[in-house]
């Protein structure tokens, strides 16, 4: 073989430790990388072919019960990409294929004209969805039991990172300042180990530990996980890579690449360990995971919920019936969302939706490390019980906007406001950066540009100020900023209506947030209708606010999480009912 073509694929990077790869690439007559950057592989190619991204591209794809759906672009390629069906058709000898023209092909025979516009129309092509198929479990599983581990090793389990997979999205500050939904780290990636492992090596969050298996070594910051199996240790890819780029380099973390062998893709064993006496900085968001007693998170099993509906109630003082803030009236919308924490998974895309269309910056790992991350939705992890399998439970904390706001009356330049609707609105162009509200605030959802986070000048900015969203300002130096419960998207909904002389539907307006919620935890609407969704949930005998007991009479309500475990599980036992 003298002439390889990569498309889509990095194996310079990814290839297994043992395999010289970059040697083998670079003794080839020709190599030619396709790819959206140009990472290791595309260094030693002679040829690199951008490719469009997803959003530029006509392409087809299936869902997970088969369904399939013909991708469609948003735009044209801003920097002349190619589609790999292109690709493929200039490598077969077809120079001039235009990949709308092969996508359509690939189902003429399927698809009339007809069937294919009303395909592009419905987002999914109907009737293709697979047949599910019955499958029967062994009828004992009872003699399975996990093989035990030599006293002095332990098994690593390799796993792609929830977000910047393999490393193939290094360059992306959004995604590197992405809290990952159990560590909460950012900028970087750590050994992951249990509580037990920890504690038997004298391991903190933080330490280096070596990994030593068949010649190969590894040095890692070690990072403390409840409910992580014993004498396992979990590395991540995505980290450590040398290739070009603005972001990729800023980050911490290890190349698990480097570790991983031919013969042990995903699992290995044999791995002696070690504890060494230096520290390796992680950056996290959240220090703690407990709740100390407090009734933040509420919880209780299914079973419990049917023996008394109002458990968020038990153990916790009613919130107080005055205040010496002034009351509101709403003539017309009162905008609330509900917040559902048993169909909560922590899956972070809320936060990454809440970003995207809202202008939100990245400020990169020094200053994340100082907790002067930008997000407007943060999701708070807990876990309850012993450490060795906790209960693990997710809250998402947007801003509450409270009807009794704390943050409004400390303002001295009246920059924070009550809208007629309901919001706590943030005035960008009359704040003065004084950070009395965030002080005020108990739910800590204010964010402060300390530093001019973004580049105001178009010629510096580049493509990404095409990225930004139009409809929402972008802030500068010595702006606080916070949840705004998506106004743009109220504000435009709120103009179609007035223009069709009706009121807003119910549903009509949808947040970022609950848009991008894959199991449908975020609720918003009008809670002045009550038939209104929102209404109904927040009639819910298990509807709560978080910190009630400051009166602060948030509108962002929580449906306590209800658990339903299952008890012919072996050591599966019904969970305490809680509040916090």
Partial sequence: IDTVVALGANPVHTAPAGLDAKKTFGSLKLLVHFGLYRDETALLAQWHVPAAHDLESWSDLRAFDGSASIVQPLILPLFGG????????????????????????????SLDDTAWRKALRDGVVAGTAAVPVAVQPPADLAGLRPRAAPAKEVEIRFTADPFLRDGRYANSAMLQELP?????????NAALVSPGTAARLKLENGRTVNLDRNGLSLDAPAWIVPGHPDDTVTLSFGFGRKAPGAVAPLAAGYDAFLFRTADAPWFADGVARSPRDETQPVVTTQHHHAMEGRPIVRHASLAEFARNPDFVRDGVPPAPAESIYPDWTYHEEAWAMSID????????????????????????????????????????????????????????????????????????VNATVHTHDGLNAQVYNRCIGTRYCSQNCPYKV????????????????????????????????????????????????????????????????????????PTRAIIFGDRNLTDSEVSREKAAPQSYGLLEDLNTRP??????RISNPNPHLAGASEPEPGNG
């Fill in 341 to 412: 924490l048993s169909a909560c998974v922590g899956c972070m895309a809320c936060v990454a939706a809440c970003q995207a269309e809202n202008n939100i910056a990245t400020v990169g790992p020094d200053e994340v490390a100082r907790g002067h991350e930008m997000h407007w939705l943060r999701i708070d992890r807990y876990y309850a019980g012993e450490p060795e399998a906790p209960d693990t439970y997710f809250q998402p904390v947007p801003c509450m906007h409270c009807e009794k706001a704390p943050c409004e009356v400390v303002c001295p």
């Fill in 180 to 188: 990952r939904p159990l560590t909460k780290v950012v900028w970087g």
């Fill in 446 to 517: 204010r964010r402060f540009n300390f530093l001019d986070y973004r580049e105001f000048d178009k010629g510096e900015a580049g493509p990404e100020q095409a990225a930004r969203n139009p409809d929402v300002s972008v802030r500068s130096r010595g702006v606080m900023e916070k949840c705004t419960y998506c106004v743009q998207r109220i504000s435009e909904k709120r103009i179609h209506a007035q223009i069709e002389n009706r009121p807003i539907r119910d549903g009509e307006v949808v947040t970022a947030c609950q848009q991008a919620c």
């Fill in 555 to 560: 509108r962002t309500t929580y449906l306590g």
């Fill in 82 to 109: 190619r589609t790999v069906h292109e690709i493929l058709a200039a490598l077969a000898g077809t120079f001039d294929a235009d990949a709308l023209m092969l996508v359509r092909r690939n189902w003429a025979q």
